[in-house]
């Protein structure tokens, strides 16, 4: 790594700080408003981020390098590493009372839409820090499309874009300029943003409460302003308001540009979409009988609670209506297994994703196929596509990496004294970005409060991991990649 990759990298980075000061004075309106004294600390955060980053960009500005594999590297933590701390920062000496493991904690889960929290007493908390974490969300949010769609395609680690698969990447882009392709993404995310706070409040919602659940829904993140989230408001409509954006958002944001611009019907018939509507149809349905034969509830009640919760876990969302490990094994299980599979590529949702589980098992297919006929020449389709050996190998690579994280971090959980569903769930949220776990401590009636700093600071990693696709950071812990 040379001296002028690295200035290029922290300018960019200070930049990027100089957007999160500017935020910051967000919240510290907020404060203000309200009579909060702790608009005094977002107001001197913003102040102090901004110099710092200023003073940075200014000493780092120079001629730019030609973008390349080992800058994208070291961006990527970088930027996310910079938004994480810089995140910290404000809540952290906000009268919220935390450690710094938990401010990270926090943060971290806050911009890569996790929602896991350690906060409680969310009903009376400032409003600024209320505001804060949810602007740090739908910053994520944003961070994570343009993360998948135009960088992790380039680095050859994940996105659609690289794998040639969706269709808004087969021979005609959605757009002849990259700055056209995001002037219509942001123009999408903030109109998407804009209609959920229409819907929540015109069904109910409070202003304040509107505006927080529209910006944590669009970037399925799952932040409330509510210790019982969304089992607070008692209101179907909004179940079924919020179920419809967070499945909305779960889809790949090119294929909504094309939709929505363009009028290209055709991309709703994606393969990863359909199989993401398809699973998610089954397991609505199946939630909702299975409730409404335990005598739970109605089926109508049933499916406006099963639609939601299941469209929460898929999107990664993390929102809760309520506890639902109450409604007996099939649902733990199911939930338990819906916690590995996320969304769609190029969206904000995270998870193993879609279209990883439909080239798994045409490899899978091919395999057998090749047991029986072993002189045969298959081809691993894509729906009318063929699968290219480097993203069959890219995919394996992140679903073995995955497996193992997930098997290292729950030992290492329940070596520090947690019990196996803890420890096996907390990883696995992490790493999948969703959220709740399972359990009396992590449950969707409870959160991370009781953690210690180590388990936090193990599981923040785990959650960088789950939304950079491992390999990012993975990468640049070789010392292969520091040489030359």
Same mark, same amino acid.
Not at 111 to 136: E, F, K, M, N, Q
Not at 219 to 245: E, K, P, Q
């Given at each position: 790594?040379?001296?002028?990759?690295?200035?290029?990298?922290?300018?960019?980075?200070?930049?990027?700080?100089?957007?999160? %000061?500017? %935020?910051?004075?967000?919240?510290?309106?907020?404060?203000?408003?309200?009579?909060?004294?702790?608009?005094?600390?977002?107001?001197?955060?913003?102040?102090?981020?901004? +110099?710092?980053?200023?003073?940075?960009?200014? @000493?780092?500005?120079?001629?730019? !390098? !030609?973008?390349?594999?080992?800058?994208?590297?070291?961006?990527?933590?970088?930027?996310?590493?910079?938004?994480?701390?810089?995140?910290?920062? *404000?809540?952290? /000496? @906000?009268?919220?009372?935390?450690?710094?493991?938990?401010?990270?904690?926090?943060?971290?889960?806050?911009? #890569?839409?996790? +929602?896991?929290?350690?906060?409680?007493?969310?009903?009376?908390?400032?409003?600024?820090?209320?505001?804060?974490?949810?602007?740090?969300?739908?910053?994520?949010?944003?961070?994570?499309?343009?993360?998948?769609?135009?960088?992790?395609?380039?680095?050859?680690?994940?996105?659609?874009?690289?794998?040639?698969?969706?269709?808004?990447? =087969?021979?005609?882009? *959605?757009? %002849?300029?990259?700055?056209?392709?995001?002037?219509?993404?942001?123009?999408?995310?903030?109109?998407?943003?804009?209609? $959920?706070?229409?819907?929540?409040?015109?069904?109910?919602?409070?202003?304040?409460?509107?505006?927080?659940?529209? /910006?944590?829904?669009?970037?399925?993140?799952?932040?409330? #302003?509510?210790?019982?989230?969304?089992?607070?408001?008692?209101?179907?409509?909004?179940?079924?308001?919020?179920?419809?954006?967070?499945?909305?958002?779960?889809?790949?944001?090119?294929?909504?540009?094309?939709?929505?611009?363009?009028?290209?019907?055709?991309?709703?018939?994606?393969?990863?979409?359909?199989?993401?509507?398809?699973?998610?149809?089954? %397991?609505?349905?199946?939630?909702?009988?299975?409730?409404?034969?335990? +005598?739970?509830?109605?089926?109508?009640?049933?499916?406006?609670?099963?639609?939601?919760?299941?469209?929460?876990?898929?999107? =990664? =969302?993390?929102?809760?209506?309520?506890?639902?490990?109450?409604?007996?094994?099939?649902?733990?299980?199911?939930?338990?297994?819906?916690?590995?599979?996320?969304? $769609?590529? +190029?969206?904000?949702?995270?998870?193993?994703?879609?279209?990883?589980?439909?080239?798994?098992?045409?490899?899978?297919?091919?395999?057998?196929?090749?047991?029986?006929? *072993?002189?045969?020449?298959?081809?691993?389709?894509?729906?009318?596509?063929?699968?290219?050996?480097?993203?069959?190998?890219?995919?394996?690579?992140?679903?073995?990496?995955?497996? /193992?994280?997930?098997?290292?971090?729950?030992?290492?959980?329940?070596?520090?004294?947690?019990?196996?569903? #803890?420890? #096996?769930?907390?990883?696995?949220?992490?790493?999948?970005?969703?959220?709740?776990?399972?359990?009396?401590?992590?449950? !969707?009636?409870?959160?991370?409060?009781?953690?210690?700093?180590?388990?936090?600071?193990?599981?923040?990693?785990?959650?960088?991991?789950?939304?950079?696709?491992?390999?990012?950071?993975?990468?640049?812990?070789?010392?292969?990649?520091?040489?030359?």
């Amino acid at each position: 790594m040379n001296a002028t990759l690295l200035r290029s990298a922290f300018y960019i980075a200070a930049i990027c700080g100089l957007y999160l %000061a500017a %935020a910051m004075f967000v919240p510290a309106m907020a404060d203000l408003y309200y009579n909060n004294k702790d608009w005094e600390v977002f107001a001197v955060c913003g102040i102090m981020v901004g +110099g710092i980053s200023g003073v940075t960009a200014v @000493a780092m500005r120079g001629n730019p !390098p !030609p973008f390349s594999r080992r800058l994208g590297f070291f961006l990527v933590n970088l930027l996310w590493v910079t938004f994480a701390v810089v995140g910290a920062v *404000p809540i952290y /000496l @906000a009268r919220a009372d935390l450690s710094f493991a938990q401010a990270l904690f926090e943060s971290v889960s806050a911009i #890569t839409t996790t +929602g896991s929290t350690v906060l409680t007493g969310l009903d009376h908390a400032a409003p600024g820090l209320l505001i804060w974490r949810s602007l740090l969300q739908w910053m994520g949010g944003i961070g994570i499309v343009a993360l998948g769609l135009f960088i992790l395609p380039f680095l050859r680690i994940g996105g659609m874009a690289f794998f040639k698969m969706e269709s808004s990447d =087969t021979g005609d882009k *959605p757009f %002849a300029r990259m700055a056209s392709f995001t002037r219509a993404f942001l123009a999408i995310y903030v109109g998407i943003t804009v209609l $959920c706070a229409i819907g929540y409040g015109t069904s109910g919602m409070s202003h304040f409460d509107a505006v927080n659940h529209a /910006l944590t829904t669009v970037a399925t993140g799952g932040f409330s #302003t509510h210790d019982a989230s969304f089992g607070y408001f008692h209101d179907t409509r909004l179940l079924w308001i919020a179920g419809f954006f967070m499945t909305i958002c779960s889809l790949p944001f090119s294929i909504l540009i094309l939709f929505i611009v363009r009028g290209r019907l055709d991309t709703l018939r994606d393969p990863q979409i359909m199989l993401f509507l398809g699973y998610l149809g089954i %397991a609505v349905f199946a939630l909702a009988l299975y409730i409404s034969l335990n +005598g739970e509830m109605t089926f109508p009640m049933a499916l406006s609670e099963s639609f939601f919760n299941v469209s929460s876990i898929l999107s =990664t =969302t993390g929102y809760a209506s309520t506890d639902y490990t109450l409604w007996g094994s099939f649902a733990v299980v199911l939930v338990f297994f819906l916690t590995f599979m996320g969304g $769609c590529s +190029g969206s904000t949702a995270g998870g193993i994703k879609a279209y990883r589980f439909l080239i798994l098992f045409n490899m899978l297919k091919t395999g057998m196929k090749k047991l029986i006929y *072993p002189n045969a020449v298959y081809s691993i389709r894509y729906g009318q596509l063929t699968v290219d050996p480097e993203t069959q190998r890219a995919v394996s690579m992140f679903f073995s990496a995955y497996i /193992l994280l997930w098997a290292v971090g729950s030992v290492a959980l329940a070596a520090l004294g947690y019990d196996i569903v #803890t420890a #096996t769930t907390a990883v696995l949220t992490a790493l999948s970005n969703v959220g709740p776990g399972l359990g009396d401590i992590i449950g !969707p009636a409870g959160n991370f409060s009781s953690f210690a700093d180590p388990e936090l600071y193990l599981l923040s990693l785990m959650m960088l991991l789950g939304r950079l696709e491992i390999l990012t950071i993975v990468v640049i812990l070789m010392p292969m990649y520091w040489r030359g």
